[in-house]
């Protein structure tokens, strides 16, 4: 079945990196786009960035522009979130999410995983 399993998640200074990781199985890996969603207690879910596994285009909210980086490894079935320059505000439990073929709609997709917590505190 399809599944979705993150990992990396945990306490980070402000200024700070983390890097995440979302392992894929159970569906064709090529064929989706996967993203990274966050939510934080109290708001509403927003986008992270996500990844386009066909072509591995792009997309990265204003809000995490040039301090987030996504990549994937499709031999492995992997995507990474590389978060680095954290904020108090990135604070969220973080959720990998695929959508088919494109990122439009991977924030809204019911295709994630259980999620993994991210602090940035001092």
């Known amino acids: 079945q399809v599944q979705l399993v993150e990992s990396g998640g945990g306490l980070v200074q402000p200024g700070g990196s983390l890097r995440l990781s979302c392992a894929a199985s159970g569906f064709a890996f090529d064929a989706y786009a996967i993203g990274w969603v966050r939510q934080a207690p109290g708001k509403e879910r927003e986008g992270g960035s996500c990844?386009?596994?066909?072509?591995?285009?792009?997309y990265y909210p204003d809000s995490v522009k040039g301090r987030f980086t996504i990549s994937r490894d499709k031999a492995k079935k992997m995507v990474y979130l590389q978060m680095t320059s954290q904020k108090p505000e990135d604070t969220a439990v973080y959720y990998c999410?695929?959508?088919?073929?494109?990122?439009?709609?991977?924030?809204?997709?019911?295709?994630r995983g259980q999620g993994t917590p991210v602090t940035v505190s001092s």
């Open positions: 999410a695929a959508n088919p073929w494109r990122c439009s709609g991977y924030v809204s997709s019911s295709v």
């Open positions: 990844i386009r596994s066909s072509d591995g285009g792009t």
